[in-house]
């Protein structure tokens, strides 16, 4: 074997940078000519399964020395209706900053998204995805805050029950029909028998208690002793009266006693009426609701023909405002700067005169031009400072779009929505106006009894909506005018009088305010509708209703009256009880005083007496002495 | 691992054969460099550029690299004092924001104390580094390789036919 020379290699490790060359060349290749292709596959991938239906892209372009990115003919489609697309976008267009790119940071400078259409047909109907089982979602559980709070609350059917009211309605006969026991009724019965048990033992006991006779003989034996003028004999008897006097206080002391436990007595004896009052309402409330006895009110007509629309519509906007909150990160506080571990030394940060957050995008122009004929709108606007940092760039998002859809029958359309999540105080606001939109089978009560609405109408609305520090401010305003109504009714009464009234009405107007927290929302709702219509239907359908209530209330107090005067009565009985025993105990007091003063008035008197007796005697006695 | 390995061995075989003191110090030059820094950051991966463009003795990079980065856990203290006096240069400041908002450059890490300062020193060190790699192969090829070649052990060695079958198979360019 002939041994090869040993060639010299030169400085260069060529048979390194070969493979790498043409690991270059095929990125170059691919990037070149299928990197578009399968991003195209990519977005159309993602976007489908987001959607929940086919999303198509006809293609798309990418610049990487340019850094520019461009899609065409973005079809999304409508989930509902498969042969539509929800939106069609003809162009999107982006082009990155180098500089940031350089920095691994993406900031648009300038974008456009041109010609947007809406309800498109599509040339195939679009794939929809099968729906996914059913799982409590997040939005839904956000949409429902807003709209519990109306739901139940405020409905139509309060004309529906107006309307049962004025057809006479079957309430009466089965009040009339009531043979049960009321609540109330068996309550005050209890009461009676307690009272009269009570009041029975206490007459016993004050009649047994109201005996005199000791106090009476007690006052006798001293006036007896006061006479007597033996010494001996006066304190003898004073000995047997003490004995009497202190029986005399026993008998004081079970009064006082007894006049503690009556006084208890009396009171709970006194809360009686109160606590009947307090369930005769509840029979009442409760038979009100078994007979279906409306309770209308009117001043709150606005509320219960436009709420749920209100609510629906700042419960969407709360969605989409929770959907946004996921992209565009509010301000955190700043972290706490942690002395680091040594091996790691010190970062130093200087002064930031040029930075970028990691996606930025300036502005991207949209417009879109239609024709009569065809389904775009007449729409231009901008989308300003979409960002990943708000903070770093203290600028708030914003869309503003103006513009008509004439296919649609929208025209003046103007939305200028903000997310400002630049300061410590996130604010979001949103202003959308429509000058003219149609309004096609608006029902607002749909019952049995009732149907009312509009079966057309043009209408033009104003929704402001400002959300920040979680308090929620919705102001609306809407005007429905070229009204055409639709009313029909099972009540000829009923139609005869909302025809009168709606003939009245050319033009509808509603204001709405809703504000506070997320979850309680104070709402506040006026119409002419509602005014109109309350003041017509309330002097009908107010006397029925007072009718009812009445005759409810009669049919209580036909039941209730006499047994509750029964029980006033055996209550002021039983209160008199209580006087009696307190006069009795003033008199046994006002006894012992004097039978005490009395006692003593005599040992007083008893001593000095027997000491002049002996004086005298003395005397006596030194007088035939003679000395 | 393969790869590491292989140049580790190629390493060995040329510090102990009569050529490539250029290319081994350079390596060791590069793994003084590779030692020094802390992380990963822009000019470590200027240096695996140039290791892999360039025929620096790779191995040697690596064994240098892997020496180094014990001596350089003991002078951390040392890099942070030269980075923070460094970096704290009030004249010096506008040069650093210019640095810090330019495209591409706070990818050195330029701004952190410890990279600071291992990097002023490399910086300054390589050269001489460079020099004394040269000189101490140069030594050792003289010095110690010589004297074991007169060894004993290495002429039984050197005798045996399993050497001199490798020694032939070695010849040979396989490359």
């Not at chain 1, 939106?87 to 982006?94: M, N, P, Y």
């Not at chain 1, 429509?434 to 019952?447: C, D, E, G, L, R």
């Not at chain 1, 009312?452 to 909506?465: I, M």
Request: net charge positive; with cysteine; proline share 4%.
């Amino acid at each position: 074997m002939n041994q090869a020379p040993q060639k010299k290699k030169g400085p260069i490790r060529f048979e390194a940078i070969i493979p790498v060359g043409i690991l270059c060349t095929i990125t170059f290749v691919y990037f070149s000519y299928y990197f578009d292709q399968h991003l195209k596959s990519g977005i159309e991938y993602v976007a489908t399964q987001g959607n929940g239906a086919e999303v198509n892209v006809g293609s798309v372009h990418t610049s990487f020395l340019q850094g520019s990115f461009k899609l065409e003919k973005l079809e999304v489609t409508d989930k509902e209706q498969p042969t539509l697309n929800l939106i069609e976008i003809e162009k999107v267009h982006f082009k990155y900053l180098w500089d940031a790119l350089l920095r691994f940071k993406f900031v648009v400078d300038d974008a456009s998204i041109d010609n947007i259409q809406i309800g498109k047909p599509r040339k195939n109907p679009g794939k929809v995805l099968p729906p996914e089982p059913a799982k409590p979602s997040k939005l839904t559980e956000i949409q429902d805050q807003v709209l519990s709070q109306v739901k139940g609350k405020y409905s139509g059917n309060v004309l529906g029950d107006a309307v049962t009211l004025l057809d006479g309605g079957d309430y009466k006969d089965k009040i009339q029909e009531i043979r049960e026991t009321l609540k109330s009724e068996a309550r005050v019965n209890e009461m009676i028998q307690d009272v009269q048990t009570k009041k029975t033992f206490w007459d016993q006991k004050i009649k047994s208690l109201s005996d005199t006779s000791q106090l009476k003989s007690l006052e006798a034996q001293i006036q007896e002793i006061s006479k007597e003028k033996n010494f001996i004999k006066q304190m003898e008897s004073l000995k047997k009266i003490t004995e009497g006097l202190s029986k005399t206080k026993k008998q004081l002391d079970e009064i006082k006693d007894s006049a503690k436990k009556l006084e208890s007595e009396v009171k709970v004896v006194s809360s009686y009426p109160q606590e009947v009052k307090k369930l005769i309402d509840e029979d009442i409330a409760a038979l009100k609701g078994r007979f279906a006895v409306p309770k209308i009110d009117f001043k709150e007509m606005a509320m219960h023909l436009f709420a749920g629309e209100f609510a629906e519509t700042i419960a969407k906007a709360r969605k989409y405002h929770a959907l946004a909150k996921q992209y565009i990160p509010e301000k955190k506080d700043e972290e706490p700067i942690l002395p680091p571990k040594r091996a790691e030394g010190k970062t130093y940060h200087f002064p930031t005169t040029k930075s970028y957050p990691l996606f930025w995008l300036k502005r991207a122009a949209i417009s879109s031009k239609g024709t009569e004929s065809t389904y775009s709108g007449q729409v231009s606007g901008e989308l300003l400072n979409v960002t990943t940092e708000p903070k770093l760039i203290s600028k708030p998002l914003e869309l503003i779009l103006k513009g008509d859809f004439n296919s649609a029958e929208l025209f003046g359309v103007k939305l200028h929505l903000i997310l400002d999540h630049s300061t410590n105080s996130p604010l979001a606001s949103a202003q959308v106006a429509i000058a003219s939109f149609p309004v096609k089978n608006k029902m607002f009560v749909q019952s049995d009894k009732l149907t009312f609405g509009l079966e057309k109408a043009t209408g033009s609305s104003e929704l402001k909506l400002k959300f920040q520090d979680q308090i929620l401010k919705a102001q609306w305003t809407s005007s429905l005018s070229r009204l055409n109504y639709k009313l029909e009714s099972s009540s000829s009464l009923a139609k005869e009088m909302l025809q009168n009234i709606l003939q009245g009405i050319p033009k509808i107007q509603v204001n709405g305010l809703a504000e506070g927290p997320i979850t309680s929302l104070q709402f506040d709702l006026k119409s002419n509708l509602g005014d109109d219509l309350s003041q017509g239907i309330s002097r009908e359908v107010g006397t029925k209703v007072a009718e009812a209530q009445a005759k409810i209330q009669s049919m209580i107090d036909a039941k209730i009256n006499k047994p509750k005067a029964d029980l006033d009565q055996l209550t002021n009985g039983f209160q008199m009880n209580g006087k009696t025993l307190q006069s009795l105990q003033d008199l046994y007091k006002k006894n012992e005083d004097k039978i005490k003063e009395e006692i003593e008035k005599i040992k007083k008197g008893g001593a000095q007496n027997s000491l002049d007796d002996l004086k005298s005697k003395g005397k006596k006695l030194l007088k035939g002495i003679k000395f | 691992m393969s790869l590491i390995l292989k140049q580790i061995f190629a390493f060995l075989k040329l510090l102990n054969s009569d050529t490539g003191q250029i290319s081994l110090s350079l390596g060791v030059t590069c793994g003084f460099i590779l030692g020094m820094t802390p992380v990963l950051s822009l000019q470590s991966l200027v240096v695996f550029l140039l290791l892999f463009f360039f025929r620096i003795q790779i191995g040697a990079a690596f064994v240098t690299a892997f020496f180094f980065k014990f001596i350089a856990y003991l002078l951390d203290p040392a890099f942070h004092s030269i980075g923070t006096m460094v970096l704290e240069n009030k004249d010096l400041a506008p040069l650093f924001t210019t640095l810090y908002n330019m495209p591409i450059i706070p990818y050195t890490r330029f701004n952190n104390s410890i990279v600071m300062g291992s990097g002023i020193l490399t910086f300054l060190l390589s050269p001489l580094i460079f020099i004394l790699s040269y000189k101490m192969i140069m030594k050792y090829r003289e010095v110690i390789l010589a004297r074991f070649k007169e060894t004993k052990l290495w002429k039984a060695v050197e005798a045996t036919k399993f050497y001199q079958w490798y020694y032939k198979y070695d010849q040979y360019n396989w490359k």
